[in-house]
Nanobody, 113 residues
Framework: QLVESGGGLVQAGGSLRLSCAAS????????MGWYRQAPGKQRELVAA???????IYADSVKGRFTISRDNAKNTVYLQMNSLKPEDTAVYYC?????????WGKGILVTVSS
């Protein structure tokens, strides 16, 4: 089970930190990812982190977002800085590659201009 938290409404240029708490069994599998789906668009990978903390980012968020993980807490974080209106979306965490059964409700992030 994966539970996202930390979203909300923020002005452009602001910051938010998302958290994803995972059950131990899921977390130990390995790579985790943050995904997002904006209105009218397909879900996309935003950032991913391996069990050894190697990271990748979508070009649109490079330099602004940072993914990290705390293995002791079975939690993955997404620090989002310099937010833009186009970052508005529902954000999800899942494994990478994602597992269908692990998609949760996601967390809404709204960036106002």
């Amino acid at each position: 089970q994966l539970v996202e938290s930390g979203g909300g409404l923020v002005q452009a240029g602001g910051s938010l930190r998302l958290s994803c708490a995972a059950s131990g069994g899921i977390f130990s599998i390995g790579a985790m990812g943050w995904y997002r789906q904006a209105p009218g668009k397909q879900r996309e990978l935003v950032a991913a982190i391996t069990s050894s903390s190697s990271t990748i980012y979508a070009d649109s968020v490079k330099g602004r977002f940072t993914i990290s993980r705390d293995n002791a807490k079975n939690t993955v974080y997404l620090q989002m800085n310099s937010l833009k209106p186009e970052d508005t979306a529902v954000y999800y965490c899942n494994l990478r590659p994602p597992i269908m059964d692990y998609w949760g409700k996601g967390i809404l992030v709204t960036v106002s201009s």
